[in-house]
């Protein structure tokens, strides 16, 4: 715990205007960050004396090591550059956003030739209209089944479209009459996008044109005695009216609005949002935050604000922002969600009629949300510090354990044999900083030794890592963490001051500037910053990355390891901790048989009670280590099985593999090709040619595919890759592979 008088900035330095501030950990982790109209006011009330701040608030000095800031031209600039660090950093002590979850959205990819219909989630990509959020996917599938008797626009995937095209034959929503089915050319590709903008232009809100455009068609077909033609739009009018009543009429002036509702405790709070389009409720989101600073509900609302409209543009911000309490000031908030939009933004609280009525609609919703959320302890802030206490008195640790790690072996018969490190914070799931690995050590099936192997490599690399930032001396002693020096210079370069008055280093992305769905990079991954690889043989995922407050690679030390296991997979734990002279971390094993847990010194395991907060957060903790390794042992095997021997064959990349395959029609015509006809393949030259050859002659041919429930060949059509068998059930698996339902997976 510091002393906040170690890092007060001195009297007169802290500058008199807008800006942003970080306060970092001993890590150098950036752990709260702000903005202030004043950073010298609002500054000096992190500083008197800890009695009189707020508990939270208290807890974060003292968790800080250093504080620095960025002075900037307007309070608008400020609130972008908070929002931006906070999605950046996201700092322990800022309002967390816990129920983050992508909402799923109807959208039509108008950047398509046909374009398509379709569930979304995620970002917004370019291009595509969208209609929503709304609660859950299948309200929107029910809707789109309503409208594409009038609408009968594409909704298939690319594959399935692309195989109709390839057959000439449409899928069963083609024939039932739900499908223009532009894939067998029944519709010009123009008058299907027509149809597509007719389905948006509904969806927007326009929807009383067509009806009477509709019925005027009815009646002209009754006059005309075309009656089965009138009855077919009379039944399309029925089922654009039934869709229009999912979304009754709330305003009558037809307002585009969003609603923002707050309910809240000490603890925690619930955010509802209504969105409002064309006078009708179009979507509906809510989220549930621990309130980890002290925060009124004007500055929940701003909280809100942001996350909601901080990637957002156009007319993604409604012209009006209705709320229970206005930000302090509001005009700086206002003026940014008018720069979002391109044009004014009217942020105010509702005072009287419709609107004022829904508002009290939305507000319900929060409170019965909040009610709901605390229903679920595994969420509840007060079940989760009781939980950590009752591990440390357990464990007899010296204090709760913050930041708990566990590690989990996963293999199929000794094959593919890999492991997972899972992380939790303050009881929550920290799924940026999972890791997982390969065992490279043996060959195999040992468990004990593999959580020997990870358990040195996780503990190596945080070694490294002090070592190279100098928080681990040459003699073995520590010296402290850098980064925690008070600042001394008063000089504002580029407007951001650190100890020795100069910019902080902001850091790259990864060089493919991508992450994988999990946050980790892929196996082959790239070199670190330095070039260099580490002692394992290993890359970063993610690489170093230097006192800019970004996560850094296995940087951060746990209190607690747990495994996934019993006393011999504990004693390897400790064994190699031991090893690398690391006595500080607590380690226990959970046993799966009778939930023990064990303790390396310990002959017998203690037992927590069934009823335990402690004993179900362990479990938790272990269950999701269990299920982050067994999803990379599958990938793993999945990826061995597609391989062939064109794998194999040094330079050959993915692109060429197909065009080859494509060109000779199967690995078996290809292999029986000779150099000359493998060269007439576009970009393949004489070497590549003759290493191809080479390759596929070493390679045996696979076994044919073969149904094991009925002895049939299956092989007839050619070995493509990959070459299968089947299971009992006729289900195709790879030659040669153990069947699930025969081995053990663990």
Same mark, same amino acid.
């Given at each position: ?37 004043? =950073? ?12 009189? !701040? ?57 950047? %398509? ?62 024939? $039932? ?17 027509? =149809? ?27 006059? %005309? ?176 354990? !913050?930041?708990?790690? @566990? ?33 490279? /050590? ?22 490294? %890592? ?25 000089? !504002? ?7 020795? /008055? ?44 230097? %006192? ?39 380690? @226990? ?63 050959? /990349? ?5 065009? =080859? $395959? ?12 000779? $150099? ?71």
């Amino acid at each position: 715990m510091a002393d906040p008088s170690s890092y007060r900035p001195k009297p007169g330095q802290i500058p008199d205007s807008p800006g942003v501030y970080r306060f970092r950990d001993e890590h150098r982790r950036v752990i709260y960050v702000g903005k202030a109209k004043s =950073l010298r006011q609002r500054l000096a009330n992190y500083f008197q004396d800890l009695v009189n !701040l707020h508990p939270r608030t208290r807890t974060m000095v003292t968790t800080a090591a250093s504080v620095e800031w960025t002075v900037v031209s307007t309070e608008v600039e400020a609130l972008q550059l908070e929002y931006s660090w906070i999605k950046e950093y996201d700092p322990r002590f800022n309002v967390k956003y816990r129920d983050d979850k992508s909402y799923p959205y109807l959208a039509v990819t108008m950047n %398509e030739e046909f374009p398509r219909v379709q569930v979304m989630r995620g970002h917004k990509k370019k291009g595509v209209r969208y209609f929503g959020p709304y609660g859950h996917a299948w309200a929107i599938r029910d809707t789109v089944d309503l409208l594409l008797r009038v609408f009968p626009v594409r909704t298939c995937s690319a594959g399935v479209f692309k195989n109709a095209t390839r057959t000439g034959r449409p899928c069963l929503l083609g024939y $039932i009459g739900k499908c223009s089915a532009p894939c067998v050319d029944r519709i010009s590709p123009e008058d299907h996008r027509e =149809l597509a903008e007719e389905f948006c232009d509904f969806m927007a809100g326009r929807t009383g044109t067509y009806l009477r455009r509709l019925e005027k068609q009815m009646m002209d077909a009754a006059e %005309e005695m075309e009656y089965e033609r009138a009855a077919r739009l009379r039944d399309d009018i029925e089922a654009l009216k039934k869709a229009m009543e999912k979304n009754a009429v709330v305003l009558a002036d037809a307002t585009d609005a969003d609603l923002i509702a707050v309910a809240e405790d000490e603890l925690e709070a619930a955010v509802q949002i209504f969105h409002v389009r064309g006078g009708r409720v179009r979507g509906q989101r809510g989220w549930v935050t621990d309130k980890v600073e002290e925060v009124t509900t004007a500055a929940l609302v701003e909280h809100a604000l942001q996350q909601l409209y901080g990637e957002e543009t156009g007319d993604a911000v409604p012209k009006e922002v209705l709320v229970p309490a206005l930000p302090d000031p509001v005009e700086p908030v206002q003026e940014w969600l008018t720069g979002r939009r391109g044009s004014n933004v009217s942020l105010r609280i509702p005072q009287r009629g419709d609107k004022k009525a829904l508002m009290e609609t939305v507000e319900r919703n929060a409170q019965q949300a909040l009610a709901l959320h605390k229903t679920k302890r595994a969420s509840d802030l007060t079940t989760r510090s009781r939980a950590l206490e009752e591990i440390a008195d357990a464990l007899d640790l010296d204090s709760a354990p !913050l930041r708990i790690e @566990c590690y989990d072996i996963s293999h199929l018969q000794g094959d593919d044999v890999v492991a997972s490190m899972v992380v939790f914070e303050d009881g929550l799931q920290r799924k940026s900083e999972y890791r997982r690995f390969q065992i490279k /050590g043996f060959a195999g099936q040992d468990d004990v030794r593999s959580m020997h192997e990870v358990i040195t490599r996780r503990f190596r690399r945080y070694l490294a %890592e002090k070592e190279r930032t100098g928080e681990w001396a040459e003699d073995g002693t520590e010296n402290g963490p850098t980064g925690a020096v008070p600042l001394t210079d008063g000089t !504002l370069t580029g407007g951001t001051l650190t100890a020795d /008055g100069t910019e902080p280093t902001d850091g790259l992305k990864d060089a493919d500037g991508l992450k994988d769905e999990d946050g980790l990079k892929d196996e082959d991954g790239l070199k670190d910053e330095d070039g260099l690889k580490d002692e394992d043989g290993l890359k970063d995922e993610d690489g170093f990355k230097d %006192e800019d407050g970004r996560p850094k690679k296995f940087a951060y030390p746990p209190q607690l390891v747990v495994v996934d296991g019993g006393r011999p997979q504990v004693a390897a734990a400790k064994r190699a901790l031991d090893e690398l002279g690391i006595d500080d971390i607590a380690v @226990c094993g959970l046993a799966k048989r009778l939930e023990e847990v064990w303790l390396p010194e310990d002959d017998d395991p203690v037992v927590l009670p069934r009823s335990s907060e402690g004993l179900y957060l362990l479990q938790r903790v272990r269950d999701e280590a269990h299920r982050f390794a067994i999803s990379y042992q599958r990938t793993k095997r999945a990826k061995r099985f597609r391989s062939g021997p064109l794998d194999d064959v040094p330079g050959l /990349g993915e692109t060429r593999k197909q065009t =080859l $395959i494509k060109h000779f029609g199967s690995v078996k015509k290809l292999r029986s090709a000779t $150099i000359e006809q493998i060269q007439e393949v576009p970009g393949i030259g004489r070497k590549t040619a003759e290493t191809i050859a080479a390759a596929l002659a070493q390679a045996a041919p696979a076994a044919p595919a073969v149904n094991t429930a009925t002895g049939e060949i299956m092989d007839d059509r050619e070995d493509e890759v990959p070459e299968t068998t089947a299971d009992a059930s006729g289900e195709p698996v790879p030659a040669g592979a153990p069947d699930d339902r025969r081995g053990q997976e663990t």
